[in-house]
């Protein structure tokens, strides 16, 4: 049986459409479905919630976040 080696990149691909958690280096929680992603893993997420300590602060209906600021992303 061989095992086929997949990158971060072929993940986040089979990914879109799903519920996603981005957790930002500030430690804000960002949850919503992944709509679509750039090489610089530039994050376009839809029905978006905003969660702080986890409390809900904000919804929204589409956010983007960049990159740089993510600091892990979780599939739910």
């Given at each position: ?14 990914i879109i ?45 589409d956010a ?6 993510a600091g ?5």
């Amino acid at each position: 049986m061989s095992l086929r080696k997949q990158t971060p990149s072929d993940f986040l691909k089979q990914i879109i459409g799903r519920p996603v958690v981005v957790k930002l280096n500030s430690g804000v929680d960002y949850r919503g479905v992944l709509a679509c992603l750039d090489g610089y893993m530039n994050i376009a997420i839809e029905q978006t919630e905003e969660y702080v300590n986890g409390q809900l602060k904000n919804k929204y209906g589409d956010a983007f976040l960049r990159g740089n600021n993510a600091g892990i992303f979780t599939c739910r």
